[in-house]
């Protein structure tokens, strides 16, 4: 098996706030094999945007503090590295597209000049030069009159197409990774179609690989190879896209997924929140940081932090109820082969 | 099917790290606790804004500095009890701190060219007698040739340039003279120089300088009437008394500053803060009826903002000090609380508008407005408390603007008129003795700028506490 | 934008005549009556005037003259100088008044725009703290003690050198114009350094410098290409109040440099009540007031394309 273009392991930040310290991520380890897509799922605040900017030096520091643990692409760290092997890290290895193509754009400056300027700095093309690939990058991301939009400003563009536009620009100097951070949620649910059916098909072109942030588990399962599932800044189930949904391991899982509505005919469960709200950052959970929420939870849990235990091949969950002396008995819980 | 994407995590043997546990550790949790629960307390937003302005140390600072200036107005009239009118005579223009003392001497009686004992002998221009605030006694022989003479004063020595000062005597006669100097004499060092004119009485190159050393005095009867030591004290010739104490001295009418400093904090205070608290309580009546209302009435309120705004706003403000015109003894201080209020009201008319339209739309106004709520309660309950924040940080920085309008319009006379004081009018007086005593303009100066500065601190402290969107990155 | 163009001139209008309304009530309200004897004016220039104000009519005949006068462009004679037109005051003292502001204005918007942004870009650092510390010191001085200040330190810096480096009062070189100018934009430039401070700060939270931070560019590039556009755009849309300011501020930095300018003349006027050159320089002022705000405004849509292109 190849090494994976990314390894993250042990990833750890913190936050100063007014309140206090924020742990947002506090140790967090994945994988991202080229060419694939790694979902990256859960709920608000659960420190999944996080991640991914401290992985492209984008967290204001400070009041940020990235404390620990490593991001390895192609064997080499980046964290707190702007080049490696003479390229740069953003924009030339890794793309990233965000969540409000509205205000994520400079207001006061065209999209073809927002486009071109990544070819400008990192691969030294002219203003004409790279204009015109700018221009080839919008009709590859199918924006009609590509010409006569990339003179336009990003007030003239609807949410849709700023986003195909910020895909464009994101994917303009070929990298081997695109960081997608929530690119659908602010935008309409068909127009959120053709945004994913557009990243896969550029993936598929390209070759490049795709962290996906969401929490939406209809685009997991749309568009994911694998995924990891964060909660109070912890990974804690991770595997395939069907080990994570239809063998779900980890209690957390099993919630979200009773919490999603679905179309299936035969239906007849009702949909069941999660209750309660996560927990409290400043003062992180000595054990599980679920547990408050668990319905399963045990005494372990509020004690202990679980560490992530495999139940199949590259598939974990960090939870206790893996344990071999716990008692396997949870509903819907998948415990893996050597348990049943 | 394969995982072509994998989670690696650290421990790579999680199991065989784990701690020991027995199987109690197993046991479901039967007990715990309300999952609902928000596990740090709660509080009411003027609570959580009063914290967050405490931690703010500049916004503190500013707000002991201004409880600090309204007692200097308000207390301080009661400690430092002179009457900021009354002219010391013996002390104008005095600096903080200047010498006090004044030897007693006896009545100011005309010598001649009769020496006082021990300045008999002596050639050329001399003293007659020793030199006091009293009286310079000169006296000076005859030069060889000379057709007269002119006497100058100066406070400088008389340099190459043969400045003299001022010319304050001309003797036509060639022959010995006296002169006997009572104008105007202040305890300093001045520099007397004789100049020899010819037979037609002009000027010729010849001079003579003498620098004299001169302190000051003061007879009985004088101490008494301004009640110097007390009526019961006896007092001779060579004692020594001291004169009214200013601890921040004197104006060019010897009027004493901290005195009239209080007197003006009262009226730039009074007008700084009064008069933003009536054009803003104004302003948000009208903003908040214009708001409220909607539609072609507040269409029409807002037309009429718009052209007070336009106008502009020191010229009318000058405009309306004319118009309302100072009648004889009047201070001047109302028509321009009138003025401000007339002219200022509009931005925060503006402001409250907006804040009510745009709570208008939210939607627990709907909900209130469902569950039966009438407008009197939507509007007290409801939006007032929700633009309270807006309101008040308004009001904080419309006082720095308020104090600094008083002052300007003072300083360029149309302001409060005299002789009431404002810390405005007084560095208008200060700035024409600013090269000589410039502590006259410095003390009001001083005190406009910390009252602004502290004003503008204090509000830059609330806007940050009370409202997030509007915080500054400080 | 040509209809915009249209549409904040014709405003501009109704605001002016709404202003030389307001200008005509208040000073006919003035106490007493502007020409009695004790004013002191000549025969003639009472007489002049009743012919030219038609002083006898009533107040509206009176009203439709004046307004009609100032339609022509004749903002009447002199109360206190015979035969001094108005409008020679203003040609002749404008320009001076005019030449001050604007210099002030250059600096004061230059010096706000550099100083803002340095401190944004010196966060929390030593050059922001000084800067801050000056700004603030900036604002809650008022301009005549500036003014005072200005030019006790240049007698005594020209004491010092023993030679005048720059006239300490005056007009008429480019030298006169240096610290009046200064000190009169002091006080708008320090607003606008906070202004461009604060606008700075909040850009570079926003979400496109993130965008231009994950794109890999220099800090330079984001700096010139990205932040310093968008912060200057709220700095423009004050400067139309900005520059009322700096006007009116001049009657004060005119009275204590002894410059001939139109403040300094309507500072006279009103202390020795001038009716008519107090309500053609109010009028004249409140009028080119209200055009600079609209050539501003203008300026502003013609940089921002949000505004240009609708």
């Not at chain 1, 694939?36 to 859960?42: E, F, M, P, S, Y």
């Not at chain 1, 991640?51 to 984008?58: F, K, P, S, W």
């Not at chain 1, 070759?207 to 990974?235: C, F, N, P, Q, S």
Request: glycine share 8%.
């Amino acid at each position: 098996m190849n090494p994976p273009l990314l390894e993250v392991s042990n990833l750890q930040v913190e936050f100063d706030t007014y309140g206090g310290t924020v742990k947002a991520v506090r140790g967090v380890d994945f994988n991202v094999e080229a060419g694939r897509t790694l979902a990256i799922v859960g709920e608000s605040g659960c420190g999944k945007s996080v991640t991914v900017q401290a992985l492209m030096g984008l967290i204001p520091m400070p009041p940020g503090r990235i404390m620990g643990g490593s991001a390895k692409l192609r064997g080499i760290d980046i964290l707190g590295r702007k080049t490696i092997e003479g390229r740069e890290v953003r924009g030339a290895e890794i793309g990233m597209i965000f969540q409000d193509p509205m205000s994520s754009l400079n207001p006061t400056m065209t999209i073809g000049d927002q486009i071109a300027e990544p070819l400008q700095v990192h691969r030294g093309y002219s203003h004409r030069q790279a204009m015109a690939r700018a221009i080839e990058l919008l009709e590859l991301v199918r924006i009609p009159e590509a010409a006569r939009r990339a003179a336009q400003y990003p007030f003239e563009f609807s949410g849709g197409m700023l986003q195909r536009a910020m895909i464009a620009m994101a994917i303009s100097c070929k990298p081997t990774l695109l960081i997608a951070d929530e690119p659908t949620t602010a935008l309409d649910v068909t127009i959120q179609a053709q945004i994913l059916d557009l990243l896969k098909d550029l993936q598929a072109e390209t070759g490049m690989a795709i962290i996906l942030i969401t929490h939406d588990l209809g685009v997991v399962a749309r568009m994911a190879d694998a995924v990891a599932v964060m909660y109070a800044g912890k990974v804690v189930e991770s595997g395939s896209v069907d080990d994570v949904f239809y063998r779900s391991s980890h209690p957390y899982t099993l919630g979200l997924k009773q919490a999603m509505p679905t179309n299936q005919r035969d239906a007849v469960q009702k949909l069941m929140p999660i209750e309660g709200s996560p927990p409290d950052l400043f003062a992180p959970p000595v054990g599980c940081g679920y547990c408050p929420r668990c319905p399963h939870a045990m005494s372990v849990c509020a004690t202990q932090p679980p560490t992530p235990i495999p139940v199949a091949d590259a598939h974990y969950a960090r939870c206790w109820l893996h344990h071999a002396q716990a008692p396997h008995s949870v509903p819907g819980l998948y415990y893996g082969g050597g348990h049943d | 099917m394969t995982t072509p994407v994998s989670l690696s995590p650290v421990s790579q043997s999680p199991v065989s790290d784990a701690p020991v546990l027995n199987p109690a550790d197993f046991a479901p949790i039967t007990q715990r606790a309300d999952v609902q629960a928000i596990s740090r307390p709660s509080q009411s937003y003027w609570q959580d804004a009063w914290v967050r302005l405490k931690k703010n140390r500049r916004a503190i600072v500013s707000l002991w500095l201004i409880v600090g200036l309204l007692a200097f107005a308000m207390l301080g009239p009661w400690l430092w009890q002179i009457d900021p009118a009354r002219q010391d005579i013996d002390q104008i223009s005095q600096a903080p701190g200047a010498e006090r003392s004044a030897t007693v001497v006896a009545p100011y009686e005309f010598r001649g060219g009769q020496a006082q004992a021990g300045f008999e002998s002596g050639t050329g221009l001399r003293l007659g007698a020793e030199a006091n605030s009293q009286a310079v006694r000169l006296l000076w022989d005859a030069v060889p040739g000379a057709g007269g003479y002119r006497l100058y004063r100066n406070i400088f020595p008389v340099d190459d340039a043969r400045a003299f000062g001022l010319p304050i005597a001309e003797f036509p006669n060639p022959q010995a003279g006296y002169y006997e100097d009572r104008l105007d004499l202040r305890p300093d060092t001045y520099f007397y120089s004789l100049v020899t004119l010819n037979d037609q009485g002009a000027l010729t190159d010849d001079y003579q300088t003498l620098e004299v050393p001169v302190h000051r005095v003061i007879t009985v009867d004088e101490v008494r009437e301004r009640n110097l030591v007390a009526a019961e004290e006896t007092l001779a010739v060579g004692d020594e008394v001291f004169l009214a104490l200013h601890p921040l001295g004197t104006d060019y009418l010897g009027r004493d500053m901290l005195a009239r400093l209080m007197a003006g904090a009262r009226v730039s205070l009074f007008i700084g803060i009064v008069a933003p608290f009536l054009f803003v309580l104004l302003g948000v009546t009208y903003g908040a009826t214009a708001g409220f209302l909607g539609g072609r009435v507040d269409q029409l309120m807002m037309r009429l903002a718009d052209f007070v705004v336009a106008l502009p706003f020191l010229l009318f403000m000058i405009l309306f000090q004319v118009v309302f015109g100072i009648g004889p003894g009047e201070s001047g201080i109302v028509p321009l609380l009138v003025a401000l209020v007339v002219l200022s009201w509009p931005s925060t008319a503006r402001l409250v508008r907006g804040q009510i339209l745009q709570i208008r739309q939210e939607a627990y106004i709907s909900a209130s407005r469902l569950l039966g709520a009438k407008s009197s309660y939507l509007v007290w309950r409801h939006m007032i408390p929700n633009t309270m924040g807006v309101i008040l940080v308004t009001l904080t920085f419309a006082v720095p603007s308020a104090i600094f309008t008083e002052a300007f319009l003072s300083f360029i006379g149309m302001g409060v008129a005299p002789p009431t004081a404002s810390w405005g009018s007084m560095s208008n007086e200060g700035l024409a003795t600013m090269l000589t005593h410039p502590h006259e303009l410095i003390f009001p100066a001083l005190f406009i700028s910390i009252t602004v500065l502290a004003f503008n601190l204090l509000g830059d402290g609330l806007r940050d506490a009370l409202d997030a969107r509007m915080r500054s990155f400080e | 934008m040509w209809q915009y163009t249209l549409k904040r001139l014709i405003q501009g209008i109704i605001t002016v005549w709404f202003i030389a309304t307001a200008t005509f009530l208040a000073m006919h309200n003035v106490p007493g009556d502007p020409l009695s004897a004790e004013r002191g004016t000549s025969e003639a220039i009472r007489a002049n005037l009743a012919a030219r104000y038609g002083l006898d009519k009533p107040l509206t005949e009176q009203y439709v003259i004046y307004l009609g006068n100032f339609i022509k462009g004749d903002f009447g004679i002199s109360f206190t100088q015979q035969n001094r037109q108005v409008n020679d005051i203003i040609r002749e003292h404008f320009p001076v008044s005019a030449t001050l502001g604007v210099l002030a204005v250059i600096f004061a918007a230059l010096g706000g725009v550099l100083w803002g942004a340095l401190t944004a870009l010196y966060r929390n650092r030593l050059p922001d703290t000084i800067i801050m510390f000056l700004v603030i010191l900036g604002i809650s001085v008022p301009s005549f003690v500036f003014a005072a200040l200005g030019q006790l330190t240049l007698v005594n810096l020209n004491a010092l050198f023993g030679i005048s480096l720059l006239p300490v009062a005056g007009w008429g070189t480019v030298s006169h114009m240096l610290l009046p100018a200064l000190v009169l934009g002091m006080g708008t430039m320090a607003y606008l350094t906070r202004l461009m401070r604060s606008s700075m700060l909040e850009i570079i939270h926003s979400d496109y410098i993130r965008t231009a931070k994950a794109k890999g560019l220099p800090a330079a590039r984001i700096f010139t290409r990205h932040q310093l556009r968008n912060a200057i755009l709220p700095v423009i849309t004050v400067l139309g109040p900005a520059i009322a300011a700096i006007t009116t501020g001049g009657f004060v930095v005119e009275l204590v440099f002894a410059i001939p300018g139109l403040g300094r003349y309507f500072v006279q006027a009103v202390q020795q009540l001038d009716y008519t050159v107090i309500m053609g320089t109010t009028v004249f002022y409140g009028a080119f007031l209200v055009f600079m705000v609209i050539v501003v405004d203008l300026l502003y849509g013609w940089i921002d394309p949000r505004v240009r292109l609708q």
